[in-house]
């Protein structure tokens, strides 16, 4: 099978019970990637007469070619119980956000973080208590810039800013923050969730599989996963973290980025309309604009960063080694919501402050924390199975 490079595309095929799987590996220099592939066959698991009579009995592989009849000895031991069960549940595994799942970390270090940035800068007089800091989230629906105006605009902005320097001065307020919730994250102050560790403990135990996103966190991906590191060494070697560099290296992450090691024409095809599509939108606009006088700049970052969640996602599938129908994401965020549904990959919502208590049509769960009457194991098995 010829591919765009020299790198090998390798097919091995399993017959289990009754059910046939492809195992498909991609390998280059960089990384190996497996993509697990089930192909399950109605006549192997339903058609009783077949195994009862293995002369007449032949199986295929992907391409239709028929291959020799199975041994009498190969179906006595499927039969014995050596094999999978057609009827068994199939594997799943479980992919956590970080913010917003692992920990909460707008709602525990945000405040804090605004007013250390606040001190930093020299502005003695601002500090957000907590009833300040949550009218201002939902007077500027989160907005952080928004939440600056309208803070200062109500006490008064300070003397030394000069009014056309608002900007500057809103800009300088913001890095010193996120500076600062950079340096809480990783303090030892603020701790995961309760029964965050626990959960994940309960998957390995059942050997689910764990993969945990750190590639399009909000606060960056160095945070991200100065929160994973809160999990302890030995929890961590059980799991999966994917980054930025873990997506680029995966194979859909190739693909996507320019640097696969074979191409998928549907893919590169939906890129370039989309490519199109966004210059004739940004050529209309500049039509509009002329006309009224106006200069009009459309901003196609969100499409940008919806392709790079999904990527993220998928990547996560492939290490995961299970189909994407089979991974279920544990969503702290919208964006991560929406990717989720936008390939069909279930979603639970466990809500924080970045998922406030809205609808979710598309998730199969909105639950509140981990353990107890919220989320665990067995009932997010229960819910993928109904």
């Given at each position: 099978?010829?591919?765009?490079?020299?790198?090998?595309?390798?097919?091995?095929?399993?017959?289990?019970?009754?059910?046939?799987?492809?195992?498909?590996?991609?390998?280059?220099?960089?990384?190996?990637?497996?993509?697990y592939?089930p192909?399950?066959?109605?006549?192997l698991?339903?058609?009783?007469?077949?195994?009862?009579?293995?002369?007449?009995?032949?199986?295929?592989?992907?391409?239709?070619?028929?291959?020799k009849?199975?041994?009498?000895?190969?179906?006595?031991?499927?039969s014995?119980?050596?094999?999978?069960?057609?009827n068994s549940?199939?594997k799943?595994?479980?992919?956590?956000?970080?913010?917003?799942?692992?920990?909460?970390?707008?709602r525990?270090?945000?405040?804090?973080?605004?007013?250390?940035?606040?001190?930093?800068?020299?502005?003695?007089?601002a500090?957000?208590?907590?009833?300040v800091?949550l009218?201002?989230?939902?007077?500027?629906?989160?907005?952080?810039?928004m939440?600056?105006?309208l803070y200062?605009?109500?006490?008064?902005w300070?003397?030394?800013?000069?009014?056309?320097?608002?900007?500057?001065?809103?800009?300088?307020?913001?890095?010193?923050?996120?500076?600062?919730?950079?340096?809480?994250?990783?303090?030892?102050?603020?701790?995961?969730?309760?029964?965050a560790?626990?959960?994940?403990?309960?998957a390995?135990e059942?050997?689910?599989p764990?993969?945990i996103?750190?590639?399009?966190?909000?606060?960056?991906?160095?945070?991200?996963?100065?929160?994973?590191?809160k999990?302890?060494?030995?929890?961590?070697?059980?799991t999966?973290?994917?980054?930025?560099?873990?997506?680029?290296?995966?194979?859909?992450?190739?693909?996507?980025?320019?640097?696969?090691?074979?191409?998928s024409?549907?893919?590169h095809?939906?890129?370039?309309?989309?490519?199109?599509?966004?210059a004739?939108?940004?050529?209309v606009?500049?039509?509009?604009?002329?006309?009224?006088?106006?200069?009009?700049e459309?901003?196609?970052?969100?499409?940008?960063?919806?392709?790079?969640?999904?990527?993220?996602?998928?990547?996560?599938?492939?290490?995961?080694?299970?189909?994407?129908?089979?991974?279920?994401?544990?969503?702290g965020?919208?964006?991560?919501?929406?990717?989720?549904?936008r390939?069909?990959?279930?979603?639970?919502?466990?809500?924080?402050?970045?998922?406030p208590?809205?609808e979710?049509?598309?998730?199969?769960?909105?639950?509140?924390?981990?353990?107890?009457?919220?989320?665990?194991?067995?009932?997010l098995?229960?819910?993928?199975?109904?």
């Amino acid at each position: 099978m010829e591919t765009a490079s020299s790198s090998p595309i390798l097919h091995s095929f399993r017959l289990c019970g009754g059910a046939t799987r492809t195992t498909a590996t991609f390998t280059n220099a960089s990384t190996t990637s497996k993509l697990y592939l089930p192909m399950f066959s109605k006549h192997l698991c339903s058609s009783s007469s077949l195994l009862a009579s293995p002369r007449n009995f032949y199986y295929y592989d992907i391409f239709g070619r028929k291959f020799k009849k199975r041994s009498d000895r190969f179906l006595s031991n499927s039969s014995s119980g050596n094999t999978t069960d057609c009827n068994s549940s199939p594997k799943f595994a479980v992919l956590l956000e970080v913010e917003g799942v692992l920990m909460d970390v707008y709602r525990l270090c945000n405040r804090q973080a605004f007013n250390v940035a606040f001190r930093k800068l020299g502005l003695d007089c601002a500090n957000w208590s907590q009833p300040v800091y949550l009218d201002l989230v939902r007077k500027s629906a989160g907005d952080e810039e928004m939440m600056l105006v309208l803070y200062f605009n109500r006490i008064g902005w300070p003397t030394s800013v000069a009014t056309s320097e608002n900007k500057t001065f809103m800009k300088s307020v913001l890095r010193e923050k996120k500076n600062a919730l950079d340096d809480l994250v990783t303090s030892k102050s603020f701790s995961l969730k309760p029964g965050a560790e626990e959960f994940i403990d309960s998957a390995c135990e059942e050997n689910i599989p764990v993969v945990i996103l750190t590639a399009y966190s909000i606060s960056g991906e160095k945070v991200a996963r100065s929160i994973v590191e809160k999990l302890g060494s030995d929890r961590m070697s059980k799991t999966k973290i994917v980054g930025d560099e873990e997506v680029k290296q995966s194979f859909y992450g190739q693909l996507v980025f320019g640097k696969g090691s074979s191409s998928s024409l549907d893919d590169h095809l939906a890129k370039e309309v989309s490519k199109a599509a966004s210059a004739e939108r940004q050529r209309v606009a500049e039509e509009v604009a002329s006309i009224l006088k106006l200069k009009v700049e459309l901003n196609t970052s969100s499409s940008e960063s919806m392709q790079n969640i999904v990527a993220a996602l998928r990547a996560g599938a492939e290490y995961a080694q299970v189909p994407i129908h089979n991974c279920v994401l544990v969503a702290g965020s919208q964006s991560g919501l929406d990717a989720a549904e936008r390939i069909g990959m279930p979603s639970v919502v466990l809500r924080s402050s970045s998922t406030p208590r809205a609808e979710y049509p598309s998730a199969i769960a909105v639950l509140d924390g981990f353990g107890g009457a919220d989320l665990t194991i067995s009932k997010l098995r229960k819910k993928l199975s109904s």
